[in-house]
């Protein structure tokens, strides 16, 4: 089920809400974690209800490991074995489904096997369930807090908001808010911004994102096809996709953030900007936030950090990096885009040492531009098929297979296009983000005025968003393929 569907927003949501609050008031805690358990259980089911016994057994397993395995064994080096079988267990799931096709046609393509599979379907959301329960398991064995029933953990990970795309929540941000005295109480205010918030997300995604994509989606299917792409035409998509995947994945955050307000629930920030990033270091610090955490926090500094010089703090950077493009989807694509990240981290954190090139640091304009340049080429890699067809868009954009008579008829729409580009970087960069708008709320509070306006701004931005889509067609979010 899609938050900008019909379905969810008429249907689902209202029954989810109305049932939240009404068992918060007469019902007990265990209560509300059965029931939204159970409603995020319906809204899994409706894409594919043959896996939802994956996700309750993938559950039950990391449930019985943290929270009873770990107790019954003493030693500690049994008790490491069993954290590495936890993990080893959460990594089979996801590398069966997510790259057995991958790798057996990778060693076809090469001539070391002839065995290909064609029809393994991926289980949604399984790389962030599973990258979620992962850092539960690692939380726990290291002593952190537990869940105090299977239901409670139940919740924690399938909770509907945060299961599809993230943000990849640690059990601890959670686990107080759970234990306080507002969860599950009606709140008007917590009402209000989380409506403001899911509102902004979902007219980010119909608004933005989807009308985006028809820009770009129809120059990268010809590319992919073999068609000849003009050199505006190449930078034309590069950039709509560049702000589809902005926009996308920005509406699913906010949406997510909006959500678990109204459900009583402060989910942690995965988006803030990215494209104010003035330094690639500074970009994923921005972009998907909660991944970049994860990764930073078990992977990169179980690897040494950059605790073992220079050259270690590198070649972990790259290995990092290529791990999580290879999270993102199972293709040498996926590969490159995030060796090229890593590349450049490392490259970044080696220059932010050097006092040379510290005193030679460009005007902020320039290294947001220059940054957003980078990026923008490694969504073309991301979007791409395959490197084939990478390297066919960015010949186009380079100008490579036309003529320069071609070429210079291209510049007035080539400079249009970068004023264009231009104005929305900056608009970026001015417009709040859910961030901001929840921090201001926290320390002003809510006036009349905005006790009277926000409820009907959110239901007239509803309105215009729930029109479009019963005129147009809603389309997944990008995210949910990985």
Known sequence: MLFN?????????????AG???????????LLFIWVAGMSMVFYGVWNPAYVPLLLGSITANYLIANHGFDRIAHPEKRRLLLIAGIGLNLAL????????????????????ELRVEDIILPLAI????????SYLVDTYKGGTKASSWWEYAFFVSFFPQLIAGPIVRFEEVKAQYDGDAFGRFSKSGLALGLLIFTMGLAQKTLLADNLASLATPVFTNNADGIAVSTVQAWLASLAYSFQIYFDFSGYSNMAIGLGLMFGLKLP???????RATSIVDFWRRWHMTLSRFLRDYL???LGGNRLGEYRQFANMVVVMLLGGLW????????????????????THWAQRNERLQQLQPPRTVAIATTFLFVLFTWVMFRSGSVAEFGTMTRSMLGM????????????ALATLAVIAAVALVLSSVIPNAHELMTRWEKTGLGLRERVLVPWACGIGASTCIIGIFLGTYSEFIYFQF
């Not at 569907?5 to 809400?17: E, G």
């Not at 920030?269 to 494209?275: A, E, G, H, L, T």
Request: aromatic share 20%.
């Open 5 to 17: 569907s019909t379905a969810f927003l008429l249907v689902f949501l209202p029954i989810a809400l």
């Open 127 to 134: 790389s962030f369930f599973t990258f979620q329960q992962i």
């Open 328 to 347: 993102h989807g199972a293709g040498w694509t996926f590969v490159l885009w995030g060796g090229a990240h890593g590349i450049l981290l490392g490259a």
């Open 401 to 412: 297979n036309q003529t320069g008579a071609e070429l210079l008829t291209q510049l007035p």
């Open 20 to 30: 939240f609050h009404v068992l918060g008031r007469f019902g007990s805690r265990q």
């Open 94 to 113: 996801l590398g069966y489904f997510k790259y057995t096709i991958f790798f057996l046609g990778t060693l076809a393509d090469i001539g070391l096997a």
């Open 269 to 275: 920030q995965n988006f803030d900007s990215p494209y």
């Open 300 to 302: 990169y500094i179980p």
